[in-house]
Nanobody
Framework: QVHLVESGGGVVQPGGSLRLSCAAS???????????MNWYRQDPGREREFVEA????????IYADSVKGRFTISRENADNMMYLQMDSLNPGDAAVYYC?????????WGQGAQVTVHT
């Protein structure tokens, strides 16, 4: 069973940067490259929102309009890691950020990492 753990969340001032990491493990008959990877975020009282996606090979990415030009998704398949570089953060970006692995037969979610943006 795939296990995902996010790290790197914290408190930052508006205009600041954070880098989230997602460590994947638990692969048996599959590998990290069997999964497309996504970042989602959720603010209390709101639905979970798609942020970014990256292909299995890491050669293509899809961004939500709200983060385009500010956030960068990447993955290091050799290390079973995915990253989210977040720049020019604003209060609207504050949320719990979730790592998600997905393939046709299902996927997995991490426990989330809190990102807080305020002065």
């Amino acid at each position: 069973q795939v296990h995902l753990v996010e790290s790197g969340g914290g408190v930052v001032q508006p205009g600041g940067s954070l880098r989230l990491s997602c460590a994947a493990s638990g692969f048996t008959d599959l590998s990290f490259t069997s999964f497309a990877m996504n970042w989602y975020r959720q603010d209390p009282g709101r639905e979970r929102e798609f942020v970014e996606a990256i292909t299995r090979a890491g050669d293509q990415a899809i961004y939500a309009d709200s983060v385009k030009g500010r956030f960068t998704i990447s993955r290091e398949n050799a290390d079973n890691m995915m990253y989210l570089q977040m720049d020019s953060l604003n209060p609207g970006d504050a949320a719990v950020y979730y790592c998600n692995a997905v393939r046709s037969s299902g996927g997995a979610w991490g426990q989330g990492a809190q990102v807080t943006v305020h002065t």
